[in-house]
């Protein structure tokens, strides 16, 4: 599995009945309940923001993320970390402005409705330049209510410039305030604005209130890269439940952090997808499902075929295989063709066959079959069953495409090459072992992990993953190692380590 990271291009966090603008405030903080030290029936937030996707459309058109020879499909997490993830003692505690921090929740994500009902158009919007919810020139007086603001031309960080709770842009307001009613009044050709009528796609329950975001946005993305679906962005609020409530003597909040912030932790979406390549090409057992690759190259770039081939299998005559005609291919990713082959036997072993490819075709352009061979070789050399138990192995790495504590432009996107030898051993290069990596920064002691363990790239040539840095923060990262054998799991640590660095 590998993953792509897509990144928020505008945000807000909207306060009910309010025009403040909190646009670039490096906390989303959503809240209900008592509003600024004055009882009032109720108050709550809700945080709005748009996806960038651009990246990821591209990779999906051009088949880099491709779901041709996988059951499991495409997955899309929305992640956004809790600020208080990272200390149980801020547990049932308060905010440095006296906010309760809230437990026992749900918040839902939807999306944002259109203008008018479900048909009508999106709802473009401006994220604003504001910073703070309340201006800070405003103070309690004795009679617990608000005096009256002494402007401070200089405070910059309070805007009501929009987009707010009523307006989207200078000139356009939101059909009905702050997105939605909550209490279902609206009729009419307003109808669809309603809770009732807007789109959930996921909703998540926090029990101690210092868990991450984690929603499932998986058909939602999904239908926006086919083509069948297009929107204004998305929201996350309280349920209505909770936003309903009023009398509340204390404010509740939970905190994440936005785009803006200046920690490691910027919200995004994560896409997971299926694009491990294990070619059995040097290692093709008899008793086993086999798999063999087809890599496609127009000058040195990848490439994809108009159709995906179609393969025969052929003897060590020429002559076609019976039952291994006429087997589909299916697309890896982009330029990268695999064929299933199982239970291909022969009575002396090892043996040459070929794989042939053919219905090859690019824009429309025929291009002859392709003929490769493949040994055929004992099970024995896979199985390896009798009274001896096998000893778990140290191993040594070597990687080229990324040198050792090079600082790269967040613009590359890197094939990088692991040599893998057994330990102690005269140059030995392992052929066919489980091998797998992880990618992390480390913020303080914590390794904040950007690439969990997954398994490398074998192909006829040798080990490899692909590295984007293009969907990375700008930052210091570290690469592990870990090699399964007889039970054992060793892990290396830090046998890469490299910089991300900002172009300008």
């Not at 004992?378 to 790495?397: A, C, H, N, V």
């Amino acid at each position: 599995m590998s993953i792509h990271k897509s990144y928020f291009n505008k945000t807000n966090t909207i306060v009910y009945n309010s025009y403040t603008n909190t646009a670039r405030n490096p906390i989303v903080e959503l809240f209900y309940g008592r509003v600024d030290d004055v009882i009032a029936p109720k108050g709550y937030s809700r945080y709005i923001f748009d996806l960038d996707l651009s990246n990821l459309q591209s990779k999906f058109d051009n088949g880099v993320i491709s779901t041709g020879c996988t059951t499991t499909g495409i997955t899309h997490t929305l992640r956004m970390t809790n600020t208080s993830a990272f200390d149980t003692d801020l547990l049932n505690s308060k905010t440095s402005q006296g906010r309760r921090r809230a437990t026992s929740f749900d918040l839902i994500l939807f999306k944002i409705p259109k203008v008018s009902g479900t048909t009508g158009d999106d709802q473009t919007w401006d994220s604003g330049v504001g910073y703070d919810y309340y201006e800070n020139s405003k103070a309690l007086n004795t009679s617990n209510a608000m005096s009256v603001p002494d402007s401070i031309d200089t405070d910059k960080s309070f805007s009501d410039r929009p987009s707010n709770w009523f307006q989207r842009s200078t000139i356009d307001d939101w059909s009905v305030s702050g997105l939605y009613d909550n209490t279902n009044s609206q009729t009419g050709s307003t109808v669809g604005l309603n809770y009732s009528a807007i789109t959930i796609i996921d909703t998540q329950h926090f029990e101690f209130g210092n868990e991450d975001i984690e929603f499932d946005m998986t058909n939602e993305i999904n239908s926006i890269l086919t083509g069948g679906t297009t929107t204004a962005g998305y929201g996350v609020a309280y349920l209505p439940q909770v936003e309903n409530i009023s009398g509340l003597t204390e404010n509740y909040s939970v905190g994440f952090f936005s785009p803006h912030t200046q920690t490691f932790y910027e919200p995004f979406l994560e896409t997971n997808y299926n694009d491990l390549i294990l070619d059995d090409r040097n290692v093709f057992y008899q008793g086993k499902t086999n798999y063999l690759y087809l890599y496609s190259y127009v000058n040195g770039n990848p490439v994809n075929f108009d159709t995906p081939p179609t393969v025969d299998v052929l003897d060590g005559n020429g002559d076609e295989l019976s039952g291994f005609t006429g087997l589909s291919s299916c697309l890896v990713t982009e330029g990268v063709y695999r064929v299933e082959l199982s239970g291909l036997t022969a009575t002396t072993v090892p043996c040459f066959y070929y794989d042939k490819w053919y219905n090859l075709s690019v824009n429309g352009d025929s291009i002859s079959a392709v003929e490769n061979e493949f040994v055929l070789k004992s099970s024995d050399g896979y199985y390896q069953i009798g009274t001896r138990t096998e000893q778990p192995k140290l191993y040594g790495f070597d990687y080229s495409g990324i040198k050792q504590d090079e600082k790269i432009l967040n613009t590359d996107v890197r094939n990088v090459s692991v040599y893998i030898k057994r330990a102690y051993s005269v140059n030995e290069v392992v052929n066919d072992i489980e091998a797998f990596y992880r990618v992390y920064v480390m913020e303080g002691t914590t390794e904040v992990q950007v690439q969990e363990w997954t398994q490398i790239n074998r192909t006829p040539d040798g080990y490899y993953f692909v590295f984007d840095t293009r969907d990375k923060i700008p930052n210091e990262y570290f690469v592990d190692m870990k090699v399964n054998t007889d039970r054992n799991v060793d892990t290396y640590k830090r046998t890469l380590k490299f910089q991300i660095v900002n172009k300008k």
